[in-house]
């Protein structure tokens, strides 16, 4: 099976789309056809041993129209040495440049026709309304010079919209009209009556009938075939106008791709065009400096802003080892990083092809408005017949019965239809996209809106997916808890466990400075041990504690145990430290809850959600979560295999499942529900198994996706219903149903107007869209872990989560959720908020919290950098003015301190 895109001309209406989709798919071998009104463009899978791309292209050229294989499928192999200004960025210009060059000829073609129409529209119909028309144009005996002076204005407001016929008349030819073949009948029908009534005026000036010239004088139709046009073009082009708005964020994210890149070669800088930089490549980045591709810093460090790609606020610290995403931007810092991902292999090019495709995509509630399309055309002729012939029957005049055909000709608009899904479509895959919501398809973006169950996988999705430290219990008096911590990061420093690496970090995080150690040598899956300014150091679980220090045989064993037992109710692992045969401490480690799952699983339940948590976790430790978060319903103890037959059994219970999930183990889940939700900036695999890809790791998106659905499906349901409300009120009216009654008929030049504002009309319902707003979008400040989510010892014990004792990194527990911890004894834990001025960046956060969280006394700083305070956690009181002085001896200015 293969699938190919091609450009597809000559498209004007639903109608157009219709056909070609139907046509195509009668070819023997085509398994699928789209076609995208918007973006012109068809996809079609196809078997290659029954059809070829010719036996399409000539397919689509039978019934009038032109196809073309796709910009980027000329291109040979699809180059991957392009960067996001390559290929998709090349098609990208080339197709604004297309969408702008048709309108321009669009606002010129307008411009002369209502230039000529002016006139013809005085001469015509200036004395119904009482405006001083010259008298060669009044009167019986001037009537002649008056239909020669409407012809002629007439005649090139027709040529100028020649393409109307051109396009119309050929669709007619091949038995697939459209909405110009309409458009084309009813202004060819007013024009070539107005000939004939001009010859019956030249017969009546010639026999000296009078009356029958001052009959006919009336029955011109010139003004109505030039109207008709007029009016036409201009709901087209202000249509093209709004249309064009659908793809803002897509030309944004396009635009975001820089245009040059400086790369070494040969040990010399060079700027290059970004296109030509290859994988391997080492990229110089300076302040100020865009990302040209994706890669990993080798040297140097940097604050990147990637609130374009993820919706992150706060700049990310980057350093060698840490991955950098095309088209963020480098704030402050310089560094050199290799490049991985280049061409459309990027992050940006990937989000840029989603939106694309996803906008161009067709959702299933678009299939009544493409069946009621594909016939539409047909049967509005049909009707226009049976009005002209029921007139004539009723014994109305020619002219009358021939005015009503043409009003239902050019009132009836496909058009409407047509656009009611896609532009909606596109508008909200957009906005999605700013929202850093990859939405795959239109499908998935429809069936958003029915999902009545969430299901969350645990580990990286509720949880940040890493170790930290949320407790440090010093049992040595002679240390303080920073000289324990700084010391115990300096055991672990030589180890690359997970647990131990979360040891190094807080005390990183702290601003402590770590002794000398050596002689470090580990136990695998047990301890490690070092000599840390002379002094033999061991750290480790209970077991390797027993084996070196036989721990059972301490007098204060009881306690110590009784100082486990409770670390690991809670779901932590407690990390044994000693130093020279005595125990120092136990720090706790576990992985945490992220804030923004809080705030999400609460959004969920005022949605009147169902929330289901999956966890590998025994059912002690899930329902310790489950109370924390307040989730409705557990399911613990489930292997990653067996994760795909729980989502089933809900569905099978009637549930629409929705599946969030880190999009790797859980990727056969994420397959089976009904939308299956990849969280965090997703790996390739995430991409592939998932309908929805959220950028930041936030699961507020997720209720983001869930109400920009509502409001996508509740916009298309007022489309459809505003384009077959129109249709269904349109035409009876037009083919004269009031009149027997109300004595009302509809003007074909009334008709034209209408059916131009009906497209207008549903195009600017569905540019509504871009004023969604999500209220609040989970893009918590510092959400990706900066400031270290810990509790007791770091920060609140709100960000703590779970670690089950003795298991393996990954596996997860929870905290209990109580800011004070029983091993304090009742002692209270104060905060301060101080107003901090002279904070500019990142950077300078970092030095305000490091600064603050070095003072005696301080458990935890919290610097918010766009309110210009931190919030500052005690163990007991801290000076004022103790505080303060940190903050100026680290270059800044304290403005007041308050206790909170």
């Not at 950028?695 to 007022?718: E, G, P, Q, W, Y």
Request: glycine share 8%; net charge negative; charged share 20%.
């Amino acid at each position: 099976m293969k699938t190919e895109k091609y450009d597809v001309t000559g498209m004007t209406c639903a109608a157009c789309q219709a056909n070609i989709t139907r046509n195509v798919g009668k070819l023997e071998g085509v398994s699928e056809v789209n076609v995208s009104l918007l973006a012109n463009q068809m996809t079609v899978s196809y078997e290659e041993e029954k059809l070829s791309g010719q036996d399409i292209i000539q397919a689509v050229a039978k019934i009038g129209y032109g196809a073309s294989p796709h910009e980027t499928e000329k291109k040979a192999g699809g180059q991957t040495g392009d960067a996001e200004t390559g290929s998709i960025g090349r098609e990208w210009e080339a197709r604004k440049s297309r969408t702008q060059q048709d309108q321009e000829a669009m606002k010129k073609r307008l411009i002369s026709s209502i230039f000529l129409l002016i006139p013809l529209m005085y001469v015509a119909m200036g004395h119904m309304m009482h405006l001083p028309v010259p008298a060669i144009f009044l009167g019986t005996e001037n009537a002649m010079v008056s239909a020669l002076t409407q012809l002629l204005l007439s005649v090139p407001v027709l040529f100028i919209n020649r393409h109307f016929f051109q396009n119309g008349f050929k669709a007619l030819v091949m038995r697939a009209p459209n909405m110009d073949s309409l458009v084309a009948v009813g202004s060819s029908a007013s024009f070539l009556y107005g000939a004939f009534a001009m010859y019956r005026m030249a017969y009546g000036f010639g026999h000296g009938d009078m009356e029958l010239v001052h009959q006919y004088a009336h029955d011109l139709y010139f003004e109505s075939a030039a109207m008709i046009l007029t009016l036409v073009t201009v709901g087209k082009y202000l249509e093209a106008r709004s249309k064009s708005k659908t793809s803002d964020a897509l030309g944004k994210l396009v635009d975001l791709a820089p245009k040059t890149a400086t790369i070494l070669r040969d040990g010399r800088e060079a700027v290059i065009p970004a296109e030509q930089v290859a994988a391997g490549d080492i990229v110089v980045i300076r302040p100020g400096m865009s990302i040209p591709v994706d890669g990993e810093i080798t040297e140097g460090s940097g604050y990147l802003d990637q609130s374009a790609i993820t919706g992150e606020s706060i700049p990310v610290e980057k350093g060698p080892g840490d991955t950098v995403i095309s088209a963020t931007i480098n704030r402050n810092g310089s560094f050199r990083f290799r490049a991985s991902r280049v061409g459309d292999d990027t992050t940006l090019a990937q989000i840029i092809r989603l939106v694309d495709e996803a906008g161009n995509s067709k959702a299933p509630i678009a299939r009544l408005a493409d069946r009621v399309s594909g016939i539409f055309v047909p049967a509005v002729i049909v009707i226009a017949l049976i009005t002209a012939a029921c007139w004539l029957a009723a014994g109305a005049g020619f002219e009358f019965a021939l005015s009503s055909a043409i009003a239902v000709l050019v009132i009836s608009c496909p058009c409407a239809l047509g656009l009611a899904t896609p532009v909606a479509i596109m508008v909200g895959t957009g906005k999605a996209a700013e929202y850093g919501i990859l939405i795959k398809s239109a499908e998935s973006l429809e069936n958003l809106h029915s999902i009545d169950t969430v299901v969350l996988d645990k580990t990286g999705t509720i949880t940040s997916g890493r170790p930290s430290v949320t407790d440090v219990l010093v049992l040595d008096p002679s240390l303080s808890r920073q000289g324990f911590l700084a010391r115990a990061a300096a055991v672990e420093a030589g180890s690359e466990h997970p647990l131990a690496q979360a040891v190094v970090e807080q005390a990183k995080r702290e601003g402590l400075t770590l002794p000398d150690s050596s002689d470090f040598s580990a136990t695998a899956g047990r301890g490690v041990k070092a000599v840390v300014e002379g002094r033999l150091c061991h750290a480790g679980n209970p077991a390797y504690m027993e084996e070196v220090l036989e721990l059972s045989r301490k007098k204060e064993y009881r306690i110590i145990q009784e100082h486990m037992d409770r670390f690991s109710s809670q779901g932590k692992t407690p990390l044994l430290f000693a130093q020279d045969g005595q125990l120092t401490g136990i720090i706790a480690v576990a992985d945490t809850i992220r804030e923004s799952s809080r705030e999400a699983i609460r959004t969920f339940r005022e949605m009147g959600l169902r929330v289901v948590m999956l966890t590998g976790d025994n059912r002690i430790t899930a329902s310790a979560i489950q109370k924390e978060l307040g989730i409705e319903e557990t399911i613990a103890d489930v292997l990653p295999t067996q994760k795909e037959a729980c989502i089933r059994s809900l569905q099978e219970k009637g549930a629409k499942v929705a599946m969030v999930g880190d999009g790797i183990n859980d990727a056969p889940a994420l397959t089976r529900a009904d939308i299956g939700i990849a969280i965090g900036a997703g790996t390739d695999i995430a991409i592939d198994s998932a309908d929805v890809v959220l950028m930041k790791d936030s699961l507020c998106d997720v209720a983001t996706a869930i109400r920009l659905s509502h409001s996508v499906i509740r916009n298309i349901r007022m489309n459809l219903f505003w384009a077959f409300f129109y249709n269904i009120l349109g035409i009876p009216v037009a083919a004269g149903a009031l009149f027997p009654v109300f004595g009302l008929r509809l003007s074909p030049m009334f008709g034209s107007a209408a059916m131009s504002l009906s497209s207008v009309c549903v195009v600017t319902n569905a540019l509504r869209l871009r004023f969604f707003s999500a209220g609040q979008t989970g893009a918590v400040p510092g959400q990706t872990e900066p400031n270290g989510p810990g509790a007791e010892g770091t920060k609140t014990s709100e960000n703590a989560a779970s670690h089950t004792p003795e298991r393996a990194p990954g596996q997860e527990c929870i905290h209990n959720g109580c800011p004070l911890q029983p091993d304090q004894k009742g002692e209270i834990v104060m905060k301060k908020v101080l107003n901090v001025e002279g904070m500019m960046c990142a950077h300078c956060q970092a030095h305000v919290q490091k600064a603050l969280a070095a003072v005696e006394g301080v458990t935890a700083a919290d610097v918010d950098l766009e309110a210009k305070q931190a919030t500052v956690t005690m163990q007991a009181d801290v000076a004022d003015q103790v505080l303060m002085d940190a903050v100026t001896e680290a270059g800044y200015t304290p403005v007041s301190c308050t206790t909170v």
